[in-house]
């Protein structure tokens, strides 16, 4: 009787999701489009397109009652002012191709300088640079750190320049390094910097960047909910960035989250749903650039005490991805004070999944969005992730279909992010997965007690099994 009134349970709560529509997350998706194509093919921060992009969700929330501010912040970075330049010099003299075979990073410096490159390992600790010599090009493979660690660590070893090549297999690619670097810094396909290492003495190259410092004024876009019965010392934050990178409109990143969660907030607002604890909506500026639109809203609310009401903060950053997987932050990844709750809101998603019958798995909790700086400061989170630049396995193939060998979303930090790089049917589940565990969360009596209370399930032993397997061989769940 008691597995019969649980069975009962889960369908109610499943059912109380269903609301949402995916058809409607696909008319935001096509308005941020049509801004995109208003406005250069882009909606980064910088730029009239993101501008126009807040104008669209504050008008879209204005037929709610939802409390709406614009929160304003400015940050400096870099553009280009001159095309850059990399070259081989000798042995051979070779000139290659920009957005082909590498990129700028976000924050590179500028300089022109000419070095033989010399291999740094994944460049993550100064022990990597034992032996380095002064005046050569770093040659970085893409590791476990951030990227701006491997610079400031090349510098500090003497290198001119950096070069950082991407995963075997995965293309080209683009990131940020997190704040204005003093020297040029490149990415580049593995597949180029196997062609440099191959031979002996390794090659001679030229890089040049000519950036020039700016500041710019961008803004968030935070909406509270108005049921003054709720719980306002318990917050739950909803939040994902709204801004593209500068090369594409961005539609998957982050187009996708920010559209469902525009949705939820709407939906929410038209059924008058009641719940036990405050809601706040969040589209954050200025991810692409480092995290600086949720990182300048967190450092306000530790400024103010605000951040001790919140609960919570869900993260949904790339939820359509066309050759997707079902990726769930992995709460035990997480600081052991905040490990318990965010281990139940994991079990909230991966319980919906595995009822529904949709096969799903863990992606790392290594806060590389805009969850990052509410970890950070001691707010548990959780999420959905449908993959990147990663390339999807055969394996994996298995369990989500799609093509094998090749990335999650081959239009990754490209123009080509367009309304045509949208899978469906994975966004109408990850929104009906999201509202659900939205639900969840915020009709929660007590909610903290709730996320501090053990799991039903033995939750270590479960862990095991699930890691116990090979890291290349990962484990799935079938309902």
């Known amino acids: 009787m008691k597995t019969t009134v649980l069975v009962v349970l889960v369908v109610c709560l499943v059912a109380s999701s269903i609301a949402i529509s995916v058809e409607n997350i696909m008319g935001h998706l096509e308005a941020l489009q049509t801004i995109a194509d208003l406005n250069g093919g882009t909606r980064a921060a910088p730029s009239t397109g993101y501008n126009a992009s807040v104008d669209y969700i504050v008008n879209q929330l204005k037929q709610t009652n939802y409390t709406v501010t614009v929160q304003p912040f400015t940050f400096s970075t870099v553009e280009q002012v001159s095309a850059p330049i990399l070259e081989q010099v000798s042995p051979n003299s070779e000139t290659y ?283 548990p989170a959780g999420g959905l992730f449908t993959g990147a630049e990663v390339v999807k396995t055969p394996e994996w193939r298995k369990y989500f279909g799609g093509i094998a060998n090749a990335a999650f979303d081959t239009c990754y930090h490209l123009a080509c992010d367009d309304i045509y790089n949208i899978n469906q049917s994975v966004l109408s589940e990850n929104a009906h997965a999201a509202y659900y565990v939205l639900l969840e969360l915020a009709q929660q009596p007590a909610l903290r007690t709730w996320l501090n209370s053990s799991s039903q399930l033995n939750i270590q032993k479960a862990r095991n099994v699930i890691h116990s397997t090979s890291k290349t061989s990962p484990h799935f769940t079938l309902a």
């Open 97 to 379: 191709k920009q957005y082909t075979q590498y990129n700028l990073m976000t924050y590179t410096g500028s300089g022109d300088v000419t070095g033989q490159i010399q291999l740094a390992g994944d460049g993550c600790e100064s022990s990597d640079f034992s032996g380095f010599v002064s005046g050569r090009i770093a040659l970085i493979e893409r590791g476990i750190c951030n990227f701006s660690d491997k610079v400031d660590n090349a510098v500090a070893a003497g290198a001119p320049g950096v070069i950082i090549f991407n995963y075997p297999g995965d293309g080209i690619f683009s990131g940020t390094l997190g704040s204005i670097k003093s020297v040029p810094v490149f990415a580049i396909t593995d597949v180029l910097a196997a062609t440099w290492v191959v031979g002996s003495p390794l090659p001679t190259i030229r890089m040049f960047a000519d950036m020039e410092t700016t500041t710019v004024y961008t803004m968030n876009v935070i909406a509270d909910t108005n049921t003054f019965d709720a719980r306002q010392d318990s917050v739950v934050l909803v939040g994902s960035h709204l801004d593209s990178v500068e090369a594409g409109p961005g539609i998957n990143d982050n187009g996708s989250g920010s559209a469902a969660n525009l949705e939820m907030a709407l939906d929410m607002y038209r059924n008058g749903v009641k719940v036990d604890n405050h809601v706040r909506f969040a589209w954050w500026g200025a991810e692409e650039f480092g995290l600086l639109g949720s990182e300048y809203y967190v450092s306000q609310v530790v400024a103010s005490g605000e951040i001790n009401n919140i609960a919570l903060n869900l993260n949904f950053d790339m939820i359509a991805s066309p050759n997707y997987y079902r990726g769930i932050y992995d709460g035990n990844g997480a600081s052991a004070d905040i490990r318990p709750a965010c281990i139940k809101i994991d079990e909230l998603f991966s319980g919906y999944f595995d009822f529904a019958g949709l096969s799903w798995n863990y992606t790392a909790f290594d806060g590389r969005s805009d969850y990052g700086p509410f970890i950070a400061n001691g707010v």
